[in-house]
């Protein structure tokens, strides 16, 4: 049913802010500029910049409408695959506004900083705890900036050694990143085949090592969801070749507190604070990709660093003060990400060793949940258990006419945030699902009925509705092809949203 | 039939002298979806086969497209700049991706025909 106002309930159909000018209104009132002389240069505007006019309360009412069309962790599930979309403990954000940490400046005097400085200290001792790992360098920024310097790691420890090497190998079940971040840094990429149990094919990972491979590239748990259970034996096929063992944490949600990675054979590794230690995205945060590495790599960790110092903590900022260390140089350039520093510290001090264990062990019991229970609707393309993720592939909808994109587009009518789709590549019309501990029973059950119920409409021919899918959403199907062959990326006065439609 | 050869990765060519003229299968624009970016390498650039050579991005993902033959690219398509979806409207044709000079004619030998490359697709599950 259309309405009058294209508005459906309380649902309000919202123009852009630049549609709703209304010239001079103003939410301040400002004194007229004085008569003073022009300093700049002739380069004083002649026309003006363009900015709406609106009162506060319209501006207020925009942007709080545009906030409930967002769909968040704090909203609802949110299935992701391969992004552990868990919940934020409010805890954490409670802690991460103490003017202590909020409030402090990276160029602050160290005597004015300790608690911060500390704080750091204590959360890469958890971190090497956790890990079981000599050293980790705190500064990366995210995941893929953190893969970036694990390499840049064991670039440098290959040169230090007159090998630089050119081939980093990197398995089909990897994280898309990894061979983004060897080929930018400089390496020739080749790919390892699975098995058909969806793991790193050992006599083909053995086969490719060389004198020429600088590092082997692994996510565990992989991107199907499964532990790599010849961990130990590639560990011992990568070194034997003189090359580094890469292992990208990302999924390190499906372990912590069970597995230490440092007693599987592995030189270094990333760990994703804003996925493992809550704060995913959009939950409040930046990202953070601390890298964990080996005694082999940690002399030539980046700078800085904090030490124990004669008054204190201190931060090592130059190579020149580094001592023994050959720091690569530096990734940031500042210390890291402090807010989730303080995030990620308060979540482990809140749920301590059982905790933490806990978490995982339920992320990866929730996970073996949707497995067990949609197996028989959907199509498994490896036998189970799994880990912390589920992989489906698409042939449970062979001959329904219906895609795995369309059946994710569905998703959102229900009410759901879709799994990921087509990802990872080696199986057909991926559907990757992850739903973490934070879900209750009663949450998955709901999931878990819904899928069934569309598997059933799927498969009774009803194919058109979902190529319709989502009608519910307040735009409908969007035109994807069209949003990225066509793009319009910025408003402007002289067209009207019909026309950017045609 | 026609006169092309198909690679076990999906791409086709067809031979005239000694320039190929490669590009992606139907099957393959079709297990894509709507293509809607091309990166094509540089003329003159060496490729070595079943090294990569370009990358095709759909609406679903990003996929590399391997040279089915070593040599040097001598030209290639500047029209799927401007329009990608030729890549899906005319596969075998207009969306055709770059054009190669052979080192080695040998290296076509393990190429497959029509026929074989559609017994290669079913035994794929395609």
């Not at chain 1, 868990?86 to 160029?107: Q, T, Y």
């Not at chain 1, 990429?189 to 098995?195: G, H, K, T």
């Not at chain 1, 609707?377 to 994109?405: A, N």
């Not at chain 2, 086709?12 to 293509?35: K, M, P, Y």
Request: charged share 20%; net charge negative; with cysteine.
């Amino acid at each position: 049913m259309e309405t009058y106002t294209g508005n459906r309930g309380l649902r309000i159909e919202e123009p852009l802010i630049f549609e709703q000018d209304s010239p001079g209104r103003t939410g301040v009132d400002l004194s007229d500029v004085p008569d003073v002389e022009d300093r700049l240069g002739g380069l004083s505007r002649t026309e003006p910049i363009g900015l709406p006019g609106l009162s506060e309360p319209q501006v207020m009412r925009h942007y709080t409408r545009l906030s409930q069309k967002n769909y968040a962790i704090d909203a609802g599930f949110y299935p992701l695959g391969s992004c552990t979309m868990k919940h934020n403990p409010r805890l954490n954000e409670k802690m991460a506004r103490l003017p202590g940490f909020a409030d402090v400046h990276p160029l602050q005097p160290e005597s004015t900083v300790q608690g911060a400085l500390e704080l750091i200290d204590t959360l890469a001792h958890w971190i090497k705890t956790l890990t079981g790992m000599p050293a980790v360098a705190m500064s990366p920024a995210a995941g893929a900036h953190g893969e970036l310097c694990g390499l840049m790691t064991a670039r440098s420890a290959l040169e230090a050694r007159g090998d630089a090497r050119k081939r980093v190998l990197v398995p089909d079940s990897a994280h898309g990143t990894n061979p983004a971040t060897a080929a930018i840094c400089g390496y020739d990429v080749q790919a390892i085949p699975l098995n058909d149990r969806g793991r790193v094919d050992l006599a083909a990972l053995q086969d490719a090592l060389d004198e020429d491979v600088a590092a082997f590239m692994l996510t565990n748990p992989n991107t199907c969801g499964l532990f790599e259970n010849e961990i130990l034996e590639q560990a011992k096929a990568v070194h034997d070749a003189g090359a580094f063992f890469y292992c990208d944490g990302a999924n390190f949600n499906a372990i912590v507190g069970r597995v230490r990675p440092g007693d599987l054979g592995i030189d270094c590794m990333h760990l994703n604070l804003h996925k493992t230690f809550s704060t995913p995205h959009g939950g409040g945060g930046p990202g953070s990709g601390p890298v964990v590495l080996s005694e082999a790599l940690a002399p030539y960790a980046p700078i800085p660093w904090v030490v124990h110092g004669d008054n204190g903590f201190a931060l090592i900022e130059h190579a020149a003060d580094s001592g023994e260390s050959e720091p690569y140089g530096r990734m940031k350039s500042f210390h890291g990400q402090m807010g989730m520093f303080v995030r990620t510290l308060a979540y482990m001090m809140s749920h301590g060793a059982d905790g933490l264990r806990q978490a995982s062990s339920d992320a990866v019991l929730n996970a073996n949940y949707l497995l067990a229970r949609l197996s028989d609707t959907l199509s498994l393309p490896y036998e189970g258990p799994c880990m912390h993720e589920v992989l489906f592939d698409d042939s449970f909808l062979k001959d329904t006419g219906v895609t795995t994109l369309n059946f994710a587009k569905a998703m959102i009518d229900e009410g759901f945030h879709p799994m990921t789709m087509y990802f990872p590549l080696v199986v057909h019309g991926a559907l990757l699902m992850e739903p973490t501990e934070t879900e209750s029973r009663e949450g998955l059950d709901q999931f878990i009925y819904t899928i069934r119920h569309l598997a059933e409409r799927a498969r009774s021919g009803e194919a058109d509705a979902f190529q319709e899918a989502p009608v519910h959403a307040p735009r409908r199907r969007l035109d994807e092809t069209g949003a990225a062959r066509q793009p319009i990326l910025r408003w402007r006065p002289d067209i009207t949203l019909g026309e950017a439609a045609e | 039939m026609n006169d092309l050869k198909y690679s076990r990765e999906h791409e086709w060519i067809r031979l005239e002298d000694d320039v190929v003229t490669v590009g992606i299968s139907d099957f393959a624009q079709e297990q894509l979806g709507d293509v809607v970016f091309v990166e094509l390498p540089e003329p003159g650039q060496a490729v070595q086969q079943n090294g990569d050579a370009a990358v095709v991005e759909s609406v679903k993902a990003a996929s590399e497209v391997y040279a089915p033959v070593s040599g040097e690219v001598v030209e290639v398509n500047g029209a799927l700049g401007d329009d990608p979806e030729l890549v899906n409207r005319e596969p075998t044709g207009g969306g055709w991706f770059m054009k190669i000079r052979v080192n080695d004619a040998s290296e076509l030998d393990g190429l497959m025909d029509e026929a074989a490359y559609s017994d290669f697709v079913a035994s794929q599950g395609g």
